[in-house]
């Protein structure tokens, strides 16, 4: 049997082996791997009979449920390119990424569509959208048309565009450090080659029963899915409302992976465990920032017989390093060692590498390495840049240049080779496993119109990671705190809202560069707050 190199390909070579296994589970309901891949095939050639060209994006807002996972899946079947959107975005950042990389099909829920009806008409490339079922009438009239997501399925079958494993596959938005959210574009290579190397050192197989607890919009969610594929193995799809659902799940399905993010971690560490997880969780696994001692100690007293695996990552190359559960003992502040099919360099300001426990900057080379930003020259420029020559895998003689990505993370390697994270060079903040730009939560204050100015710092959190902290001026001596947090909730995820916001008279302090200073006001609200 040929190996998968599309990414559809996963679950195409999956059902030929064994098209009875189980490859979703969803609140009691379960999809076989061939229904899976007659879906995927059926969604493709409606797609295709919408007039769906070749590298066109399909974006998909839903949360997880077996057709967030079909349309995922079926949009490139059909030559197209996918883009998954976080569920909790609000309308405004849901038709930014829609105008941003062009969608031309959007796949909603009709719930969802409601939400949506103010900001559709400002997408001017969105053509279609296709509506989960429901006994609601599809909208009618205006520039968009509309169609039942049982009719998309019945299409005719068509030939599907034809593409290769270097073609894009997929846009991955993440929060950019100059505010709007950045589309990292991914290659079916790209995905294809990540999930073929963490399922060979997480050792994921047909058996195992992986729990989908992260949004399928973040690189290790989406990852759940495509290991599991690749392995024939089945996949728990869970909308958690509470950590306390995740336990449940595990304990349910009998779940053999779990991979999650620090502060879900640090909630389920503080519950009591049902004592049988531990007989058939295999592993647990981290990542999206730090695990903390405690909460790693926590949860291997927890389910003693599952291994940990701690895990560093970034969406531009889709995973970079891993520490095996061996060394965790020895080890348990490290990053661990790149993982298989890639290379982490670690190199000064020159581009020359740095010796042992020297600090440096990591360095992503490999087959992971994404396509870079969506339209965006200068920023893909500043993170995805040529290998300097005489690295290693790097001779002189080679001409045409390799791009790697440049993470923006110090680290530094100690004298056996495993990394430590040392600290970030931007000032993304990282809370509850998202990356958070300050200046988009800037941006949605001043459009509040309640402030008068303002600046967004991550602060040390002990279950979020970091919380993000505001402080402000106000025009209005009426408008307080609760004001402004207020209006925060109607315009931002969840994740998103400030812990705390602080009034100021202004005007607020400035750098040489006439900018306001961040750094110094975050420095004298961790004073002001200290002990």
Same mark, same amino acid.
């Given at each position: 049997m040929p190996d998968s190199s599309l990414l559809p390909e996963l679950i195409f070579r999956s059902a030929e082996r064994d098209p009875g296994a189980i490859a979703l589970t969803d609140k009691g309901a379960s999809l076989p791997y061939a229904a899976l891949q007659e879906a995927v095939t059926g969604f493709a050639n409606g797609l295709l009979g919408l007039g769906l060209q070749r590298g066109e994006r399909v974006a998909i807002y839903l949360e997880k449920r077996f057709e967030t996972v079909v349309a995922s899946f079926g949009a490139p079947a059909a030559g197209g390119v996918f883009v998954p959107l976080n569920p909790l975005l609000k309308p405004e950042q849901v038709a930014y990424i829609l105008r941003d990389c062009n969608v031309r099909v959007l796949v909603t829920s009709p719930e969802r569509l409601d939400l949506l009806a103010q900001v559709l008409p400002e997408c001017h490339d969105l053509r279609q959208v296709v509506v989960l079922d429901s006994d609601?009438?599809?909208? @009618?009239?205006?520039?968009?048309? &509309?169609?039942a997501w049982r009719d998309l399925l019945a299409a005719e079958k068509r030939r599907p565009h034809r593409v290769i494993d270097t073609d894009m596959v997929g846009i991955l938005y993440t929060s950019g450090s100059t505010g709007k959210p950045k589309g990292v574009v991914l290659s079916h290579r790209n995905m294809v080659a990540g999930a073929k190397s963490v399922a060979s050192y997480l050792q994921n197989v047909a058996d195992d029963v992986l729990l989908a607890a992260l949004p399928l919009s973040f690189d290790a969610g989406f990852s759940q899915l495509t290991t599991a594929f690749h392995a024939g193995a089945r996949v728990v799809l869970l909308n958690y409302l509470l950590p306390r659902d995740v336990l449940k799940a595990l304990e349910k399905e009998r779940v053999t992976g779990l991979t999650a993010v620090p502060p879900l971690y640090i909630q389920l560490a503080q519950l009591e465990w049902p004592a049988d997880i531990t007989e058939h969780l295999r592993y647990f696994a981290n990542t999206g920032g730090r695990m903390p001692r405690e909460t790693l100690d926590a949860l291997r007293r927890r389910v003693p017989r599952t291994k940990p695996y701690l895990m560093y990552g970034l969406t531009e190359a889709f995973r970079s390093t891993y520490l095996p559960p061996e060394e965790v003992d020895r080890r348990p502040d490290s990053i661990g060692k @790149?993982?298989?099919?890639?290379?982490?360099l670690v190199l000064r300001e020159d581009g020359s590498p740095c010796a042992a426990n020297e600090p440096g900057e990591l360095v992503h080379r490999g087959a992971l390495v994404g396509m870079g930003y969506w339209n965006d020259a200068d920023k893909t420029a500043e993170r995805y840049k040529p290998l300097p020559a005489h690295l290693p895998g790097r001779e002189v003689g080679l001409v045409l240049p390799e791009l790697a990505v440049f993470s923006g993370d110090t680290v530094r390697r100690d004298d056996d080779g495993f990394l430590y994270f040392v600290g970030r060079r931007d000032e993304m903040i990282k809370t509850s496993g998202y990356r958070v730009s300050p200046t988009e939560v800037e941006e949605i204050l001043y459009a509040s119109r309640l402030v008068g100015e303002c600046v967004a710092f991550?602060?040390?959190?002990? %279950?979020?990671? $970091?919380?993000? $902290?505001?402080? @402000? %001026?106000t025009a209005d001596a009426t408008v307080d705190g609760a004001a402004i947090l207020a209006e925060c909730r109607l315009?931002?995820? @969840? &994740?998103m809202i400030p812990a705390g916001i602080e009034i100021q008279s202004g005007p607020l302090p400035r750098n040489p560069n006439g900018k306001i200073d961040r750094k110094t006001l975050s420095v004298q609200w961790l004073e002001r707050n200290s002990g």
């Open positions: 609601k009438p599809l909208p @009618a009239g205006g520039s968009l048309s &509309y169609c @790149a993982i298989p099919n890639a290379e982490i991550g602060v040390d959190h002990p %279950t979020l990671g $970091q919380a993000i $902290q505001v402080i @402000a %001026t315009r931002m995820p @969840a &994740y």
